[in-house]
């Protein structure tokens, strides 16, 4: 089945560092999101991307939708304690029904 | 108030068994679907139902059965489980197909 290529699988990260993200697939998306899991919780939506080369920003999160719309990044400025999770993020094809995740990035954080 | 509702969080059960899982949304979405998270966190769409119409049936086995009473419910019927099914379970719902709002999730243990 259609797959998105998500990496790291894992990062482990000092506080106060910047992390970033990134999915790339074969096919083209209409929609991208990003979501973050926390352990024991189920996954939640951080952003919503609906246009190549869309920038949006949350907070101290900011995620873009790739020109080539095959792609996109998720950016986490000066992390802390409560960024620790898994991050997602998943994305639609045209005239799809489902959403398709990646892999997933495993966030550590270091105190 | 809880927006996706599961139950319950945790089911640990002897193999061979029958166990079902309940899922109730009070967002008002159209469409509810059941994911399942392997052990390396991998999520996996199972089925979807739009307006209590079953619109995606992935390659699941038939020991799996859905069924939405309406469409703020869906539940999932397990039947004969193996220790195979032993993973983390999700229901989500969305308006439209893309923002997907998640549960809690149900840790299914197969022993």
């Known amino acids: 089945g259609q797959q998105l290529n998500q990496s790291p699988q894992s990062m482990f990260i000092q506080e106060g560092e910047d992390v970033s993200m990134n999915c790339t697939s074969s096919?083209?998306?209409?929609?991208w999101l990003w979501y973050k899991q926390d352990p024991g919780e189920g996954p939640v939506l951080l952003i919503a991307?609906?246009?190549?080369?869309e920038l949006t920003s949350n907070g101290r999160l900011t995620a873009q939708f790739g020109i080539t719309r095959k792609d996109s990044f998720l950016n986490i400025s000066a992390s802390i304690p409560s960024d620790v999770g898994i991050y997602f993020c998943?994305?639609?094809?045209?005239?799809?029904?489902?959403?398709?995740f990646g892999q997933g990035t495993r966030l550590t954080i270091n105190p | 108030d809880t927006a996706v509702s599961q139950t319950p969080k945790y089911l640990v059960t002897q193999m061979g068994n029958d166990k079902s899982i309940k899922c109730e949304q009070n967002?008002?979405?159209?469409?509810m679907y059941w994911y399942k998270q392997d052990s390396k966190k991998f999520l996996k769409i199972m089925f979807s139902?739009?307006?209590?119409?079953?619109?995606i049936n992935e390659t699941v086995p038939n020991r799996f059965s859905p069924k939405s009473p309406d469409k703020a419910h869906l539940n999932l019927h397990i039947n004969s489980l193996e220790l195979g099914d032993s993973a983390v379970y999700f229901c989500?719902?969305?308006?439209?197909?893309?923002?997907?709002?998640f549960g809690a999730g149900t840790r299914l243990s197969v022993l």
């Open positions: 989500a719902s969305s308006l439209r197909v893309g923002i997907q709002y």
């Open positions: 967002l008002g979405h159209d469409t």
């Open positions: 998943a994305g639609q094809l045209a005239g799809a029904q489902k959403l398709v």
């Open positions: 991307l609906y246009k190549a080369g």
């Open positions: 139902y739009n307006n209590k119409e079953l619109i």
């Open positions: 096919s083209i998306f209409n929609t």
